[in-house]
């Protein structure tokens, strides 16, 4: 595994207004944000593309790795850092034959059995959530404080929080054992993202 920090993942939301989003992912890697997401949903394969380039440019420039969600294809035509896959995506383990040993590959787990199946099929981290009530991914299975700790004890590779967490309720995640926070509006949405970063990675580094 590459020796990714995890401390403070961000994923990233719609990008309408496309000098906005990379300003706002910039600001959040000035503040500690030290992976860096692109979820994508709707874009076409060309947009997509287009816009991973962009923030390509960013995370090279602070040497952030650059993971993306989903989409394979994109990941390989840009030379991204790695690929995160869910439940429903393309399988872990052929993931991971498509884009070799030396990249990231990590994998959405709500339960013990999807998290060591994907630390067998060669995942690098897991993501498990939502941890908290999400807007941003209205589908996700919900898990307790409880479970994510007991996912964090079965498997030996680092876990991520994600779902809902803000400068509120991060300080609940303090004692489960996880290797990082990972969240979306609390930086995307943020009026001041450098800060807002700054204030994650000090309540989750307390």
Known sequence: MN????????????????EKFLKTIEEGIKGGVSVV?????TADTLDF????????????????PLIINDRVDVALAIDAD??????????CNVTRRLIGEDKILGVSAATIEEA?????????YIGTG?????????????????QLKEIVESIDIPVVAIGGITLENAIELKDTGISGLSV???????DNPKKSSEKLLEIFNS
């Open 3 to 18: 020796n990714i920090d995890l401390s403070l993942y961000l994923v990233t939301d719609n990008s309408d207004d496309v």
């Open 37 to 41: 997401q692109i979820r994508e949903k």
């Open 49 to 64: 593309y287009n816009l991973a380039l962009k923030v390509k440019e960013i995370t090279t420039k602070y040497n952030v």
């Open 116 to 124: 060591k199946k994907a630390q067998r099929d060669g995942a690098d």
């Open 82 to 91: 790695g690929v995160h896959v869910g439940q429903s995506d393309m399988p």
């Open 130 to 146: 939502a941890v908290f009530p999400t807007q941003t991914k209205k589908d996700a299975d919900s898990v307790t404080k409880q």
């Open 184 to 190: 979306v509006s609390a930086i995307m949405s943020s």
